[in-house]
């Protein structure tokens, strides 16, 4: 039995100041554990034990390094099974899903740790003779990293990977409603033999121990995945100590189906893309864009395929959807439904509470798909994070492309068309970070899950990802013998 009464601070395993917090199993509504509520103090001494403990992890070769990256992705990959049911128990997602995202968090300390060999510098001429110019690739320092609660095992790895190759010391704080994930990797980290300090687990209260790690001055870098309203909280807070954010914020990803898309592909893509998750994750299908001339077989056919959906228990393999995360979070949706509905827009099925629970205690919805809608009702255009989808009519390629662009968000975009010219062009006009053609996700881990507008300034994976984590330093080097005093091209040389 996995104790989850201590967070992991300085390579200690320490009790909340703050007293604990319930974890609650949103299958059925019981208490998991209680687990450590840090004060804003405790996040500080996290803070203060990755400063002491960066330069010696620093100091390590990036190969060194990668050792031990590579012995927590053996240890996460023997803790598989039962790292996937934590996942399972503590934020409701089937448990084919959570072995797929226990099989991610494993890929990302191997993918990052195959950089150790990789993080280059540049040399550059210099204009005198004599000198040496280079750019080199040095750690950041100290990172922290605040998640969010739909993929509680995923996202540590996410964060942690990166910067433990690039030199780093971290602190993270999950969601204070799906913290078990993190305190069992937390083990892993320490049996891998990851130095005291290089790697913190810190538990606790958004506006507590979220708003502590992200208003210190002695961070260098806040990498953030939530919610909008949170990332310009944290990017205010960290403006105030010109620290560097990186925010993976949410979606409002359009799934457009052309006339001449293979539709098998499209609906199955687009039911997949809807309810994975029960349709918490920020690249999930939130409005469907279907041409005229294909809608009512596309809609029928995306009814059909949505009735058959298994809802109940996840941590059964023949369950498709689990439980929203929460109840707020159901109310969230339930909300923004009924809103959509008193906008005009027509329940084409009408999901809502089940009249019998699947499993007593659970936060069970079922879908709805909406139709009636248009560009300008809030259903099209907020955040839905759950098993509720608009479909709408769309005469032109054209009118898909701008209904596309109107958007807040920028993070993911789907299009399903075998049409060349339109591919391109929707490659050219489509002002997102990610396009899947005839696809969805999840994105590759050699990828660049980045977002425009509202989904964020930054974003993660990849070299591109990784070099959040790094910063450079220039080096001058005079081997002349000569003083270079009176060389500079503005001194008249
Ligand atoms: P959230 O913003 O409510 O919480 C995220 C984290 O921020 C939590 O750990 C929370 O405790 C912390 N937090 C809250 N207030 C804070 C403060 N003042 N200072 C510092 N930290 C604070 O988000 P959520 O409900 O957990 O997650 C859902 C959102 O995450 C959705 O919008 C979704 O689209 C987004 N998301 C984005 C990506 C991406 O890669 N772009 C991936 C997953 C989820």
New binding site residues.
Partial sequence: MTDFSRMWIGGQWIAGDMGTRPVLNPTNGTTLANVPEASPEQAIAAIAAARAAQPGWAALSPLQRGQVMHRIAALIRNHAEPLARLVVQEQGKTISEARGEVGGAAEFFTYFAEFARRIQGEILPSDAPGEQIWIQRVPVGVVTA??????PAA?VSRKVAPSMIAGNAIVL?????TPLSALYMARLFAEAGVPDGVVNIVTG???T???A???HPDIDLVT????????R??MT?AAANLVPVSL????KAPLIVMEDADLDLAVASAVTSRFMNCG????CNERMLVHDAVYDTFVERFITATKALNIGDPMLESTDIGPKVSAL?LEKVERITAAAIAEGARPLLQGGRPETAPVAGGNWLLPTVLGDVTPDMAIMKD?I?GPVVPVMRVRSFEEAMQITNESRYG?SAYLFTNDFSRIMRAVQDVRFGEIYVNRIGPEALQGY?T?YRN??PGG?DGLHGLEAYLRKKTVYANYSGKSPVGLMPWNGR
Avoid at 173 to 177: G, L, R, T
Avoid at 248 to 251: I, K, P, Q
């Fill in positions: 605040i998640i969010p609660w739909n993929y996202l704080k999950p969601h204070e409603e209260g958004g506006a121990v979220g708003a790690l992200t208003s953030m995945t939530g919610s909008v309203p949170t990332g909280k944290i807070a993976e914020l949410g979606g918490q994750v920020c690249i979070e955040e994070f993070l899950h977002g989904s964020g993660d």
